[in-house]
């Protein structure tokens, strides 16, 4: 059971847009930190997509965009492309734990 | 730019220690800028964060409290590596351990470069 909540899978087909959420609680997205998302290609490690809720390391995309309000945050890409079918995971900091946490993490699928 | 790349046994007996060492290549890993975390993955499940260390000035670690009393996260300057120590284990730490740099941000650290990962099977 994961602090932070995604749905398992979610899909779309190419060009459309998608959206993946994240919720936590008062103690982590809802206590102000950050979140942060990631992207895991099969076989391969994450890679930091989205952090500080919506900027974009060099190299990203502009298809890839983050929101937060409250105690969620969202992923959306737009212009689905078949590349982009992986495993996203979002993750913040949770004040109760004192440690940084996870979502479970949500496959797209590309159709 | 900066690389992470892990390595130790991919074979660990039950109630022996796991012990994995993460090279880094292309920067200093003793920076005031980011810390250096351990990050582990069962197959088909999510990602737990382990353990971090600073260098910088002095040594400090910060471990996940479900495996603070297990876990050993430590530092050679020398050979710009960091390492993992993980005491006791069972079959549910079989897992692709990943060595991570920790970038820790205003509002909240975040992993922004990762090695490509090392499997460790725990098993008689």
């Known amino acids: 059971q994961s602090v932070l909540t995604q749905p398992p899978s979610v899909s779309g087909a190419p060009g459309q847009r998608v959206t993946i959420s994240c919720t936590g609680s008062r103690s982590n997205i809802g206590a102000s930190y950050d979140v942060h998302w990631y992207q895991q290609l099969p076989g391969t490690a994450p890679k930091l997509l989205i952090f500080?809720?919506?900027n974009r390391p060099s190299g990203v995309p502009d298809r890839f965009s983050g929101s937060k309000s409250g105690t969620s945050a969202s992923l959306a890409i737009t212009g689905l492309q078949a590349e982009d079918e992986a495993d996203y995971y979002c993750?913040?900091?949770?004040?109760?734990?004192?440690?940084?946490?996870f979502g479970g993490g949500t496959r797209l699928t590309v159709l | 730019q900066v690389q992470l790349q892990e390595s130790g046994p991919g074979l660990v007996r039950p109630s022996q220690t796991l012990s994995l060492t993460c090279t880094v290549s292309?920067?200093?890993?003793?920076?005031?800028?980011?810390?250096w975390s351990w990050i582990r993955q069962p197959a088909g499940r999510g990602l737990e964060w382990i353990g971090r260390?600073?260098?910088?000035?002095?040594?400090?670690?910060y471990y996940n409290p479900s495996l603070k009393s297990r876990v050993t996260v430590s530092v050679d300057t020398s050979k710009n590596q960091f390492s993992l120590n993980l005491s006791s284990v069972t079959a549910a730490d079989t897992a692709v351990y990943y060595c991570v740099r920790d970038w820790p941000r205003l509002g909240g650290r975040a992993f922004d470069i990762w090695g490509q990962g090392t499997m460790v099977t725990v098993a008689s």
């Open positions: 500080g809720n919506n």
């Open positions: 260390i600073y260098t910088y000035t002095t040594e400090s670690t």
């Open positions: 993750q913040s900091y949770d004040t109760s734990l004192s440690t940084s946490v």
């Open positions: 292309g920067g200093s890993i003793k920076s005031n800028d980011y810390f």
